[in-house]
C-alpha cells in the first residue's frame, strides 16, 4: 500500500466525487480510478459505495471508513517524519505536538512555549485536545511528542512527571440558577439535579466518590467532551455542567458562573 495511494484515497473520500478529486490531483479519471480499483482489490474489500446513474456522488463503505481514518493518521505520521529527518541539524528548528485535555494547566505548557519560541524562533507548537483516551492513543501512535493528563490515569507504561498546578472540580451554571447563590456546592445540593458530565469523568470513580452516588443513580441529561460545547448546553438551561474550574471565562458579563466543590475536589497533572 503506497503512501501515494492513500493521498488519492483521502482526495476522493474528501470530495466524494472521482471527477472532483482528480482535478484536484492533476490526474486523469481513468487514472484515479484504476488506482482506487488496485487498492479495493489489494485489501479484498469494497472501499465505496458508487453513485446511481442520476448521482456521480461516491459515500465510504464501512471500511472505506477505517481505512480513511487509519490513512490520515498514517500520513500525519508519514510527513511528521519526514520534517524531522530534514530538520535533522545543528540548528534547533521543528514542529512540537503536544495533547492535552482542557486544563489550566495547559498555560503552564503555553508559557514554556514561548520561552522556548524566544530563544528557537524555528520551532512550532501544536496543541491537539482530547480527553485521556485520545491522548494516549496518539501518544502511542507517535503523533504527538507529549501528552498532558489529569488524575487519576494509568501511567505506567510511561516517562512521567507531575506539573506543579492542580485543577479545582466544581459545576458550571447559569448565574440566574437556584444554586448560584451558593458559595460552594455540597453532594447531596446535585443528587436531584439535572447535571451534564464529562464522558471520561463518567467512566472513573474520582467524581462518583465524592457526589457519593454512582451517576446511575443520579439525573445525568447530556454528556461533553470538550466543555464549550457543553456550556451551551448550560446556557440553554439544559443542566449543571461539573467540569474543571479556570477552563471558561465566567467573569464581566458572563452568564454563567462557577462554584467549587465543599468538600474541595483538586486533581494533579502529568506530562508524559
Same mark, same amino acid.
Given at each position: 500500500?503506497? /503512501?501515494?495511494? /492513500?493521498?488519492?484515497?483521502?482526495?476522493?473520500?474528501?470530495?466524494?466525487?472521482?471527477?472532483?478529486?482528480?482535478?484536484? /490531483?492533476?490526474?486523469?479519471?481513468?487514472?484515479?480510478?484504476?488506482?482506487?480499483?488496485?487498492?479495493?482489490?489489494?485489501?479484498?474489500?469494497? +472501499?465505496?459505495?458508487?453513485?446511481?446513474?442520476?448521482?456521480?456522488?461516491?459515500?465510504?463503505?464501512?471500511?472505506?471508513?477505517?481505512?480513511?481514518?487509519?490513512?490520515?493518521?498514517?500520513?500525519? +505520521?508519514?510527513?511528521?517524519?519526514?520534517?524531522?529527518?530534514?530538520?535533522?541539524?545543528?540548528?534547533?528548528?521543528?514542529?512540537?505536538?503536544?495533547?492535552?485535555?482542557?486544563?489550566?494547566?495547559?498555560?503552564?505548557?503555553?508559557?514554556?512555549?514561548?520561552?522556548?519560541?524566544?530563544?528557537?524562533?524555528?520551532?512550532?507548537?501544536?496543541?491537539?485536545?482530547?480527553?485521556?483516551?485520545?491522548?494516549?492513543?496518539?501518544?502511542?501512535?507517535?503523533?504527538?511528542?507529549?501528552?498532558?493528563?489529569?488524575?487519576?490515569?494509568?501511567?505506567?507504561?510511561?516517562?512521567?512527571?507531575? +506539573?506543579?498546578?492542580?485543577?479545582?472540580?466544581?459545576?458550571?451554571?447559569?448565574?440566574?440558577?437556584?444554586?448560584?447563590?451558593?458559595?460552594?456546592?455540597?453532594?447531596?445540593?446535585?443528587?436531584?439535579?439535572?447535571?451534564?458530565?464529562?464522558?471520561?469523568?463518567?467512566?472513573?470513580?474520582?467524581?462518583?466518590?465524592?457526589?457519593?452516588?454512582?451517576?446511575?443513580? /443520579?439525573?445525568?441529561?447530556?454528556?461533553?467532551?470538550?466543555?464549550?460545547?457543553?456550556? +451551551?448546553?448550560?446556557?440553554?438551561?439544559?443542566?449543571?455542567?461539573?467540569?474543571?474550574?479556570?477552563?471558561?471565562?465566567?467573569?464581566?458579563?458572563?452568564?454563567?458562573?462557577?462554584?467549587?466543590?465543599?468538600?474541595?475536589?483538586?486533581?494533579?497533572?502529568?506530562?508524559?
Amino acid at each position: 500500500m503506497e /503512501l501515494r495511494v /492513500l493521498r488519492y484515497f483521502l482526495a476522493v473520500a474528501r470530495d466524494q466525487s472521482i471527477s472532483g478529486a482528480a482535478e484536484s /490531483l492533476h490526474l486523469s479519471q481513468p487514472t484515479l480510478s484504476t488506482q482506487l480499483k488496485h487498492l479495493e482489490e489489494e485489501l479484498g474489500k469494497q +472501499l465505496f459505495f458508487r453513485g446511481t446513474k442520476g448521482s456521480r456522488r461516491i459515500t465510504l463503505t464501512e471500511e472505506g471508513m477505517i481505512l480513511r481514518k487509519r490513512a490520515e493518521e498514517i500520513l500525519e +505520521l508519514a510527513e511528521k517524519t519526514e520534517r524531522e529527518i530534514a530538520l535533522s541539524s545543528p540548528t534547533v528548528a521543528g514542529d512540537v505536538y503536544i495533547g492535552a485535555g482542557e486544563t489550566e494547566g495547559v498555560r503552564f505548557l503555553a508559557e514554556a512555549a514561548r520561552r522556548v519560541h524566544q530563544e528557537y524562533p524555528q520551532v512550532r507548537f501544536h496543541i491537539f485536545s482530547g480527553d485521556a483516551r485520545d491522548v494516549l492513543d496518539y501518544l502511542d501512535k507517535g503523533l504527538v511528542d507529549f501528552g498532558l493528563l489529569l488524575h487519576p490515569a494509568d501511567l505506567s507504561k510511561y516517562e512521567s512527571f507531575p +506539573l506543579p498546578v492542580k485543577d479545582t472540580w466544581g459545576v458550571l451554571m447559569r448565574r440566574d440558577a437556584p444554586l448560584a447563590s451558593r458559595k460552594a456546592i455540597f453532594p447531596k445540593d446535585l443528587w436531584h439535579e439535572p447535571l451534564i458530565v464529562s464522558r471520561q469523568a463518567m467512566k472513573g470513580e474520582l467524581l462518583s466518590a465524592w457526589l457519593q452516588r454512582d451517576f446511575s443513580a /443520579l439525573n445525568v441529561v447530556a454528556t461533553y467532551n470538550l466543555l464549550y460545547n457543553g456550556s +451551551l448546553l448550560v446556557k440553554e438551561g439544559l443542566g449543571y455542567a461539573l467540569c474543571l474550574d479556570k477552563i471558561l471565562n465566567v467573569t464581566g458579563d458572563s452568564a454563567l458562573c462557577f462554584r467549587t466543590f465543599s468538600p474541595k475536589l483538586e486533581v494533579g497533572m502529568q506530562l508524559i
